[in-house]
C-alpha cells in the first residue's frame, strides 16, 4: 500500500509547489500575460529582413512596427517612420510580421519598436543590432522616459465678449501615457500657438505630478489668444524638445466689431449733421415779426375811385 501511495503523492507535491511559485511571484505571471516582441535574430545587415513575432497583446489590434535608433529616446524622430510596418493581431493576441532592416536616422542601440494604434495604449520593444550602422552612447538624462499623446482635443466655446473682440480661449485636453521605463515627474510642457503659417508663440505650461511608465493621465491646459485674434490658428504642445500635438483652431471672426465700426460710421455723421444745423440755425439772422393786429380791429375796405369799380351787371 505504501508504494501507490507514494506514487500518488509525487504529482500532487509537484502541483502544490507551482502553486505555491505562482502565488509568492505573482509580478511573474503577470508579466508573461503582457505584450511581448521578439525576433528571430540579433544581428542584420542593412538591406535584410528580420522576422518580428508577439504575444500579449489586445485581439484584433493593429499595431506598428519601427526600426529605432538610440533605444527610441526621442522618440519617432529617431525611427525609419517610412520603413515601418503595419500588422493586425489575432484573436489570440498573437502577431508575425516581416520588417526590412534599414538605417535609422540616429545611432544604434536600435529597437525595434512595436506600439498599438487602435487599442488601449501598450507597447514592447526588441533589441536588434543593425550591423555597419553606427553606434553611440545613449544621451545622459534621458531616464528612459517617452511620453506619447493617445487622444487630443479642445474644448470650449466662444460667448459674447468673444464675439465683441475679447480674446478668444480655450481648453487644450490631451491624454498621454509614458511607453518608456521611466517615470517622468513634474514634466514642463512648452504650449505654441501659430496663426497660418507663422512660428508658433511658445510658453512654458510645467504640470505637477508623476507619470508611471504604462500609465494614462488626462492633462488640461488653457489655450487664450489675444483681443481680436481670428482665423486659422493651431495649438501645439512640446514636452523635451519633442512635438507631441497639433490641434487646428478655427477662430471665428469678431463680428460684433465689425457691426460696431459700422453703427459709428453711421450715427456719428448723422449728429454731426443734425448739430451743425441746429448751430446754423441759431446764428441765422432772423427777420422782424409783423405788428399784431387788435382782437376787435376791423380791416379797412379798399377805396374804390369814381369809374374805378367793378362793372355793374347788365340786365339779366
Request: aromatic share 6%.
Amino acid at each position: 500500500m505504501s508504494g501507490p501511495g507514494v506514487r500518488m503523492r509525487g504529482p500532487a507535491l509537484a502541483l502544490l509547489l507551482a502553486l505555491v511559485l505562482t502565488l509568492a511571484h505573482p509580478a511573474a505571471g503577470r508579466a508573461a500575460d503582457g505584450p511581448r516582441a521578439a525576433l528571430d535574430r540579433a544581428a542584420a545587415p542593412k538591406g535584410a529582413s528580420v522576422a518580428v513575432t508577439g504575444a500579449g497583446w489586445p485581439p484584433s489590434a493593429l499595431l506598428t512596427l519601427l526600426l529605432c535608433g538610440q533605444n527610441m529616446t526621442g522618440g519617432t524622430n529617431a525611427c525609419a517612420n517610412a520603413d515601418g510596418r503595419a500588422v493586425t493581431t489575432a484573436s489570440d493576441g498573437t502577431f508575425r510580421a516581416g520588417l526590412p532592416v534599414v538605417a535609422p536616422p540616429v545611432p544604434c542601440p536600435c529597437v525595434v519598436h512595436v506600439a498599438t494604434v487602435t487599442a488601449p495604449a501598450a507597447a514592447a520593444d526588441a533589441p536588434l543590432a543593425v550591423t555597419g550602422h553606427p553606434v553611440a552612447p545613449l544621451p545622459q538624462g534621458s531616464g528612459q522616459e517617452r511620453l506619447s499623446v493617445l487622444e487630443a482635443r479642445l474644448e470650449g466655446s466662444g460667448g459674447l465678449l468673444t464675439w465683441f473682440g475679447a480674446p478668444p480661449k480655450r481648453r487644450l485636453v490631451v491624454t498621454v501615457a509614458d511607453l518608456g521605463a521611466a517615470p517622468v515627474k513634474d514634466p514642463r510642457f512648452r504650449l505654441g500657438t501659430a496663426r497660418g503659417v507663422l512660428a508658433p508663440t511658445w510658453e512654458e505650461r510645467p504640470w505637477r505630478g508623476t507619470l508611471a511608465p504604462g500609465v494614462r493621465q488626462r492633462i488640461a491646459l488653457d489655450v487664450e489668444l489675444a483681443a481680436g485674434a481670428y482665423g486659422p490658428y493651431a495649438v501645439s504642445l512640446e514636452y523635451g524638445g519633442r512635438l507631441l500635438v497639433e490641434q487646428p483652431w478655427d477662430v471665428p471672426r469678431p463680428w460684433g466689431v465689425t457691426l460696431f465700426w459700422v453703427l459709428l460710421g453711421t450715427v456719428v455723421p448723422l449728429a454731426l449733421f443734425r448739430a451743425g444745423m441746429a448751430l446754423v440755425d441759431r446764428l441765422r439772422p432772423r427777420r422782424p415779426a409783423a405788428p399784431a393786429r387788435a382782437p376787435d380791429e376791423v380791416p379797412a375796405l379798399p377805396w374804390f375811385a369814381p369809374g374805378s369799380g367793378p362793372p355793374a351787371a347788365g340786365p339779366g
